[in-house]
Nanobody, 120 residues
Framework: VQLQASGGGLVQAGGSLRLSCAAS????????MLWFRQAPGKERELVCG????????YNLDSVKGRFTISRDSAENTVYLQMISLKPEDTAVYYC??????????????WGQGTQVTVSS
């Protein structure tokens, strides 16, 4: 699976961004799709995840109510809609894929990162 992330940028606190991750290669529907982030000096953390069916979701506590993950199987794309952004959301965001049934914190595939910077 090849993953191509896009949509990062610079935004003021309180603003919104939508990240996209286009997948190609193996069957998209066989994989849960994930968004991780890594801030400077911090470990990479799982932010949001969505199962192949779309029925199982994970959201990091600090982003609940602000970030929404979704997937479009027809387009082989997963999205991360981010609203009410805070400076502490500043990080490089990575999309990832893990075969359904495996642990979500150990992805099988990674995309390149996209920088999100939230100014105060």
């Amino acid at each position: 699976v090849q993953l191509q992330a896009s949509g990062g940028g610079l935004v003021q606190a309180g603003g919104s961004l939508r990240l996209s991750c286009a997948a190609s290669g193996r069957t998209f529907s066989s994989y849960a799709m994930l968004w991780f982030r890594q801030a400077p000096g911090k470990e990479r953390e799982l932010v949001c995840g969505i199962s192949w069916s779309g029925f199982r979701l994970y959201n990091l506590d600090s982003v609940k109510g602000r970030f929404t993950i979704s997937r479009d199987s027809a387009e082989n794309t997963v999205y991360l809609q981010m609203i009410s952004l805070k400076p502490e959301d500043t990080a490089v965001y990575y999309c990832a894929a893990v075969h359904e049934g495996k642990r979500w914190d150990v992805p099988d595939y990674w995309g390149q990162g996209t920088q999100v910077t939230v100014s105060s």
